[in-house]
């Protein structure tokens, strides 16, 4: 591998983060709250996605395509969480299959409506093209949203660290029960907590559009991707969710580059290595 | 305040009742301690009071004037004013100490002098000191105060305490004790569950003293002494072992 290879390598690993990143962030918010392991979060993107290439297609809008895979998802997952999840809250086994039950339907649901092809989300013209950085020749939408994932994460620290509302999350997730018994209302917050990761969730997935295309299946792929995320970074945890992501987003990178044969082995490798020498994950236990 | 009435409260987990037929009030503005040794059922009766998930509560009423509180939500009962200050303090471990006391305030009640940050800084200087650190960096004493002045920013109109006095040092334990008898004295009712006979003495108009999960005996602070009887089988007091 040259030099520029691996630059940009590295700068495709990153991006690839950026995307890892507001996918699983959202993944690991709503599980630090709620202890709900959301096997629908892939469904979650993938509808985003859907409904990004929708209003795309009718309204030409970027930011209004955005703007639908977000919302959208977050009303969806705000209707799910209030009809559905709250109803198993705290019997982890019903939590978790319930979820795969919803991403099963949301996978069928979607299959029927647009089919089974791989369709493509434009970047908006603004990002279309490539950009000089460095000395290196990059896509302009890969480093917006390594720039979009750097904003995300501040935005989330900030939150989570510094609003009374934040100190309520991070109360809510060292004792629920005190919290509770202190006058303030958890559930409303851990429904706020749930309807943000989806929302997160449905812009991915119309970020991820450009990046891979939108079709059945890439729900599941998202999952697990945010899922080795998690465990590698640990689960519950922000800064092990960035960690994480900058970890898979590279080494997938680099292995798609070097060894595209042994590319799962080289993505789960380095988590069953970390699950083995830290079982909790890289940091995890701290949101 | 208005009073405070538990009656016929019963109690218990997995289907094994623990408490059985509680009865027992607090008057508006009173201090009352529930004593009684490890495993009668004092925890179980505040944690059945505030409404928690364990136990089940299988039968009576808890009042608050003329509002039941059996049945709501925990956030619910807080809000009605019962602040509630468990065993083993359970503090925020990732809150500092200012952001325990935001975190919970709510609104002051109309007639009553509200608990703001600075009224609360001024009854805990050590806390006043400690506003930026983690609550899990604090030692044992300085907890329990801050888990007593959590409870005091929803401004309760009474204030659940539940073994104040565990695992401190007795310097220490006094210091609780004048705080307790301090919010007492600013109009806070106090219903304080305790096996420590000086937290007792210093905090309480009346004692209910529990045994396996009835009221045994009640006498007013007054008429402890003359009970010696009652210390001795409920607190262990007396019989050689002071
Ligand atoms: N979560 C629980 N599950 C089952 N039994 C419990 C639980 N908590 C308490 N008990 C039992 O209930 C009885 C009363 O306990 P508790 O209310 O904690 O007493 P106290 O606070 O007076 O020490 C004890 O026998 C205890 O073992
Ligand atoms: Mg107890």
């Known amino acids: ?287 | 305040m208005s009073t405070f009435t538990v009656a016929g409260l019963a109690a218990g987990y997995q289907g094994h009742p623990v408490v059985d037929g509680i009865d027992l009030t607090v008057e508006p503005g009173e201090a009352v301690a529930l004593a009684g040794r490890n495993g009668m059922g004092k925890t179980t009766t505040l944690r059945a009071v505030m409404g928690l998930a364990e136990p089940a509560v299988s039968a009576g009423s808890v009042r608050f004037g003329d509002v039941e509180l059996h049945g709501k939500a925990p956030h619910h009962i807080a809000r009605a004013g019962i602040g509630y200050v468990p065993q083993g303090r359970r503090i925020f471990r990732s809150l500092t100490v200012a952001e325990h006391l935001a975190v919970v305030a709510r609104p002051a009640r109309a007639g009553y002098e509200p608990w703001t940050m600075d009224r609360v800084n001024e009854l805990f200087p050590r806390l006043a000191e400690r506003a930026g650190q983690f609550a899990g960096t604090l030692s044992g004493g300085e907890q329990q105060m801050l888990a007593i002045a959590r409870a005091l920013m929803t401004n309760p109109l009474l204030v659940l305490l539940d073994e104040p006095s565990e695992g401190l040092a007795p310097q220490i334990v006094r210091q609780v004790g004048d705080i307790i008898a301090a919010l007492h004295a600013s109009g806070v009712g106090v219903l304080i569950a305790e096996q420590d006979l000086s937290m007792v003495r210093r905090v309480a108009d009346r004692v209910y003293f529990l045994d396996r999960g009835t009221v045994a005996a009640q006498v007013t602070a007054a008429e402890l002494d003359a009970h010696a009887d009652l210390l001795e089988r409920h607190l262990g007091v007396g019989a050689g072992h002071a």
Request: hydrophobic fraction near 60%; charge should be neutral; glycine fraction near 16%.
């Open chain 1, 1 to 287: 591998m040259s030099g520029g290879e691996l630059l940009l390598t590295t700068f495709n690993g990153l991006s690839f983060a950026g995307l890892l990143f507001l996918v699983a962030s959202g993944f690991t918010l709503i599980f630090s709250l709620m202890g709900v392991l959301n096997l629908a979060h892939g469904s979650f993107y993938l509808w985003g996605g859907y409904l990004g290439l929708v209003t795309l297609g009718a309204t030409g809008s970027w930011v209004l395509a955005l703007l639908a895979g977000a919302l959208g998802v977050a009303l969806g997952g705000g209707v799910l969480e209030r009809l559905v999840f709250r109803r198993v809250r705290g019997i982890e086994l019903s939590e978790v299959l319930l979820s795969v039950g919803i991403s099963l339907v949301l996978a069928d649901l979607a299959l029927a409506q647009f089919g089974g092809d791989s369709l493509t989300i434009a970047p908006p013209a603004a990002l279309a093209g490539s950009v000089e950085l460095g000395g290196l020749v990059v896509p302009r939408f890969r480093l917006a949203v390594i720039v979009a994932a750097v904003l995300v994460m501040i935005g989330l620290a900030v939150l989570l660290r510094r609003t009374r509302v934040g100190a309520i999350i991070r109360a809510g997730v060292d004792d629920e029960e005190m919290l509770d018994a202190l006058g303030v209302n958890v559930r409303r917050v851990a429904a706020a907590v749930f309807v943000l990761g989806a929302l997160l969730a449905g812009a991915s997935g119309v970020v991820g559009g450009v990046f891979f295309g939108v079709y059945p299946g890439a729900d599941a792929e998202m999952l697990l991707f945010a899922l080795v995320v998690v465990v590698v970074g640990g689960l519950g945890s922000l800064q092990g969710a960035v960690v994480g992501s900058v970890v898979v987003g590279l080494v997938y990178s680099f292995g798609v580059a070097l060894a595209p044969d042994l590319l799962y082995f080289v993505l789960f490798g380095p988590m069953l290595l970390v699950l083995v020498l830290r079982p909790r994950g890289i940091l995890g236990g701290r949101l």
